[in-house]
């Protein structure tokens, strides 16, 4: 988990530089305060997937198949994200 975390730390530095560097002078706080912005959402909408998923799935069901849902879900919103991507 520590050599995760440090990895996504360096990522997430990179990309806001990337964002200031490409940010016109006068919108570079606010395009820069967007990888924290993404950074919160994303952790709060991965919290309360599995949250939902707890709430709504019995604890043997949630072991054996129903932590699979989130991930499922996972792979919707990349695929999403993939396709506005290249669109």
Not at 27 to 56: C, K, M, N, P, Y
Not at 66 to 71: H, I
């Amino acid at each position: 988990m520590l050599v995760q975390g440090l990895s996504v730390e360096g990522e997430f530095i990179g990309s806001v530089v990337h964002l200031v560097e490409q940010a016109q002078p006068e919108r570079r706080a606010a395009d820069s305060s967007l990888a924290s912005f993404g950074v919160e959402i994303g952790g709060l909408l991965g919290a309360g997937s599995g949250w939902l998923t707890a709430a709504l799935v019995s604890g043997d069901a949630l072991h054996e198949w129903g932590w699979r849902l989130p991930l499922l879900t996972a792979v919707a919103v990349g695929a999403l994200g993939l396709w506005l991507l290249i669109r």
